[in-house]
């Protein structure tokens, strides 16, 4: 990734400011169409805690997700400001009041069906998917609540980067893949303005695969380093992207024993 000049950083700031999300007009009307034009991460939070039904709730939407024959392969680890310190040693990060650690959980259909076959990546692959869904629906469910929440996979070892760690430290047993944090909160501050989106038409294709125009790329990634380099005054993307790759590796090998780990292990013992 280059720098980034006055010229590039004017247009990314310019396109960032520039860009509008509102349903077509016929149906601007819809309140949950609404929600979703709308949703934004928030990074700041107000110390309010969540009353105890807002969260049921939103734990409810993320159970009552659909999922690979209705498997339900998922499981929630709770958090409120108090036991995230215990567990972590630190808050919550960006000051959240309460968290939702999100893990796939091909452990729990295993105890109900017990021939269900051990296959490595389609498991994680389920378990990923139905997790997800399930954390997107937590997700929209605080925002139609009025509360803010950022989606995280790696800060504060909570996310899939820190597998083999979370595994150890909160007891989950194989098969159960922490993969990413769901920081909650009554926001402290307005949304902002939103990271660059790509157009509908860089990201549908018909018929055969379309490849994106770079022009759009571009404009793209000069989105990203301009509202970066507006938002924090020392940190920059490409630090951001750096810090990312740094930690792949790792997160490459950790992730690897954590999937295919139980099958080795099996298979040693010949079961
Ligand atoms: C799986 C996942 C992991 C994410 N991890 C982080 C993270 O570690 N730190 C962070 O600040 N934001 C994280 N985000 C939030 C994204 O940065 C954010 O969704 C993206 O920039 C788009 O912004 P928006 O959510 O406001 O539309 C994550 C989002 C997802 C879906």
């Excluded at 009307?29 to 805690?49: E, M």
């Excluded at 929630?76 to 972590?88: H, K, T």
């Excluded at 997800?132 to 899939?160: K, P």
């Amino acid at each position: 990734v280059k720098g980034l000049s006055v010229g590039r950083f004017v247009r990314g700031i310019r396109g960032i400011l520039g860009q509008r999300f509102a349903p077509p007009t016929s149906l601007q009307d819809n309140p949950v169409l609404g929600l979703l034009y709308a949703r934004r991460s928030t990074r700041r939070f107000l110390r309010t805690p969540l009353p105890a039904d807002v969260m049921t709730a939103i734990l409810d939407a993320g159970r009552l997700a659909p999922s690979t024959v209705n498997l339900q392969s998922w499981a929630f680890g709770v958090f409120d400001a108090a036991s995230w310190r215990a567990a972590f040693g630190r808050g919550i990060p960006f000051g959240g009041t309460a968290a939702i650690l999100i893990c796939g959980d091909m452990h729990r259909p295993r105890q109900a069906i017990d021939d269900f076959p051990r296959k490595p990546l389609v498991d994680y692959t389920v378990a990923v998917m139905n997790a997800s869904i399930a954390a997107y629906a937590m997700n929209i469910a605080a925002e139609a609540l009025g509360v803010g929440s950022v989606m995280l996979s790696d800060t504060g070892r909570s996310g899939f980067y820190d597998g083999l760690y979370l595994r150890e430290k909160l007891g989950l047993p194989e098969a159960v893949f922490p993969l990413m944090t769901l920081v909650l909160g009554y926001g402290a501050a307005g949304p902002g303005a939103s990271p660059p989106k790509l157009p509908l038409d860089q990201v549908v294709f018909k018929g055969r695969y379309r490849e994106s125009d770079p022009n759009v790329m571009k404009d793209w990634l000069d989105g990203m380093m301009s509202g970066y380099r507006a938002m924090h005054v020392v940190k920059s993307f490409k630090g951001q992207l750096r810090h990312y790759l740094s930690k792949v590796d790792e997160a490459e090998k950790g992730l690897h024993r954590m999937i295919f780990y139980a099958p080795e292990q099996s298979k040693r013992k010949g079961t």
